[in-house]
């Protein structure tokens, strides 16, 4: 029994549907909610400088437009869905703020320091970096799983985050912050998402790790672990049978929206709200409860 809300048009889950991969956002039925239309700004991020990896829709994007919203600029990198990378770009823009996206396939270690380089070219410096781009692929059996597709998903999801925070390090400024997007399936597994779990799992040591290597440097690291989101990765990866019902299996009896989500990101980057936080995985999974 899900609770009653502004969002429940996913009630009982996502309607069936299918997109190619990356996925688009316009694509989706319904659209997501994803640009913080609702969202009122109180200069939380004001001068503040972002970088933020998979920003170009869902999550990322509307983490983007909430950080546009309370003053900051901000650098989204993206793979290669260029409509919602300019339509992230003009969200920002519209609230007076400065944007760059920058196309680049984190999978490359080469990548990650050079989105990092754009962005500081642009901005001056970086002070709130946000890793929040992943990949998945579900597989039926443990025996589909390829090589070739467990170096990727890690490639992409786990050492990106190393590759990109470490470059950001010479740029971070004393009082900054590294947000990482974690997942309820790397607390808990998931039998289709075998790499993906595992690789999100990875992300939340890494947050561990990074808060107490950081600490001195004044920089603070924490992790947004969501429950299942609408977001163009979800029609894009899953079978039609598996997008159709998506996230009613959360007590919510829905998956959230990424405007649900963003909010988490707001606190752990406002030093304002969040200062004597570091090291924390903040699970947003629509009323499921874990043990440990």
């Avoid at 443990?142 to 470490?166: D, G, Y």
């Avoid at 790397?186 to 039998?191: D, E, H, M």
Wanted: aromatic letters at 6%; a negative charge; glycine letters at 10%.
């Amino acid at each position: 029994m899900g609770m009653d809300t502004e969002h429940d048009k996913l009630a009982g889950g996502a309607p069936r549907q299918s997109a190619p991969y990356p996925g688009a956002t316009d694509q989706m039925a319904p659209r997501p909610d994803d640009e913080m239309r609702d969202w009122v700004g109180s200069g939380l991020l004001e001068g503040r400088r972002a970088l933020i990896t998979g920003g170009d829709s869902g999550i990322g994007r509307a983490v983007a437009a909430a950080f546009a919203k309370e003053g900051a600029d901000v650098a989204i990198a993206y793979l290669s869905e260029d409509d919602d990378a300019a339509h992230t770009v003009d969200l920002i823009e519209s609230e007076g703020r400065r944007a760059l996206c920058i196309r680049a396939d984190l999978a490359d270690p080469a990548e990650c320091r050079r989105i990092v380089e754009k962005t500081v070219d642009r901005f001056g410096g970086i002070d709130i970096l946000v890793n929040n781009a992943a990949t998945q692929v579900p597989v039926d059996d443990l025996a589909e799983l390829s090589a070739e597709q467990w170096e990727r998903t890690f490639a992409v999801n786990s050492s990106a985050v190393f590759h990109t925070t470490k470059a950001g390090l010479e740029h971070l400024t004393p009082g900054g912050s590294v947000v990482n997007t974690g997942s309820v399936n790397g607390l808990r597994g998931n039998k289709k998402l075998i790499d993906y779990s595992a690789t999100k799992g990875a992300v939340h040591a890494l947050t561990f790790s990074f808060a107490q290597a950081l600490m001195e440097r004044r920089i603070r690291v924490n992790c947004v672990a969501p429950g299942p989101v609408w977001t163009p990765l979800i029609p894009a990866t899953f079978s039609e049978d598996e997008v159709e019902g998506f996230g009613a299996q959360a007590p919510y009896g829905r998956p959230a929206q990424p405007d649900e989500v963003a909010p988490s990101f707001v606190f752990f980057a406002a030093d304002r709200l969040s200062s004597y936080y570091t090291g924390e995985v903040l699970a947003p999974t629509g009323g499921e409860t874990l043990p440990g």
